[in-house]
């Protein structure tokens, strides 16, 4: 297989590269055995760079917290009204179709 090509042609050359591969291979491909609608909102991290932005947005409009307790509770606050909006919102995925997909894969 590929992977195991690559391994061969540089362990000597970039052992901790191949190491690192070796690793986290699975980990870093496990999305690729989901159907392809949840691959692409899985395989970026959209959402946790506008989530980031959002944060640097906040603490802007601050500039200069008095202490590191009100800069805790000022983005915690907004971290809890995104948690809201996430449980009570849009489904960022719909569970009930991978379930479907789930067990026509083990049938």
């Known amino acids: 297989m590929l992977k195991?090509?690559?391994?061969?042609?540089y362990r000597e050359k970039a052992p901790k590269a191949v190491q690192g591969l070796e690793d986290g291979f699975d980990d870093g491909t496990a999305v690729l055995v989901l159907p392809e609608r949840y691959r692409r909102r899985l395989r970026t991290t959209n959402g946790v760079?506008?989530?980031?932005?959002?944060?640097?947005?906040r603490e802007r409009v601050i500039r200069i917290f008095p202490n590191r307790?009100?800069?805790?509770?000022?983005?915690?606050?907004?971290?809890?009204?995104?948690?809201?909006?996430?449980?009570?919102?849009?489904?960022?995925?719909?569970?009930?179709?991978?379930?479907?997909?789930?067990?026509?894969?083990?049938?």
């Not at 195991?4 to 042609?9: M, R, S, T």
């Not at 760079?49 to 947005?57: A, G, S």
């Not at 909006?85 to 997909?101: H, P, S």
């Open 69 to 107: 307790e009100s800069a805790i509770r000022l983005l915690g606050a907004f971290l809890m009204e995104i948690d809201e909006e996430w449980t009570t919102g849009r489904k960022y995925l719909n569970m009930d179709e991978y379930e479907a997909w789930k067990k026509a894969q083990q049938s």
């Open 4 to 9: 195991e090509a690559f391994v061969e042609a």
């Open 49 to 57: 760079e506008r989530l980031n932005e959002e944060i640097r947005r």
